[in-house]
């Protein structure tokens, strides 16, 4: 069956770094639109990033934009978030999706979903 299995999460202090890490299996990776989203206590889960099948093609939420880069790497069935400049905003549940689509969304409707990594920025 689809695995989508989330990594590096952690603490950090604000201004800090993070590289959050999806591995994917049961799937075939390159046939898949990959998102990261992030939930905090209390709030709905919202988008983050996405990046297409080929890697070509990226998005961002406004509030993370110029401080948080997807990538994926199609030959090892991973995609990764690098997160820089970390805010206590940031501080949340991170989750991987994957959608079968050549487009990428923004919402919440992703075909699969892994478990989740906490993310903790300190002020």
């Known amino acids: 069956q689809v695995q989508l299995v989330e990594s590096g999460g952690g603490l950090v202090q604000a201004g800090g770094s993070l590289r959050l890490s999806c591995a994917a299996s049961?799937?075939?990776?390159?046939?898949?639109?990959m998102g990261w989203f992030r939930q905090a206590p209390g709030k709905e889960r919202e988008f983050v990033a996405a990046i297409d099948w080929s890697g070509g093609s990226t998005y961002y939420a406004d509030s993370v934009k110029g401080r948080f880069a997807i990538s994926r790497q199609n030959a090892k069935n991973t995609v990764h978030l690098q997160m820089n400049s970390l805010k206590p905003e940031d501080t949340a549940v991170y989750y991987c999706?994957?959608?079968?689509?050549?487009?990428?969304?923004?919402?919440?409707?992703?075909?699969?979903w892994g478990q989740g990594t906490q993310v903790t920025v300190s002020s």
């Open positions: 049961g799937l075939t990776f390159s046939s898949y639109a």
């Open positions: 999706a994957a959608r079968r689509a050549i487009t990428v969304i923004t919402t919440t409707r992703y075909d699969f």
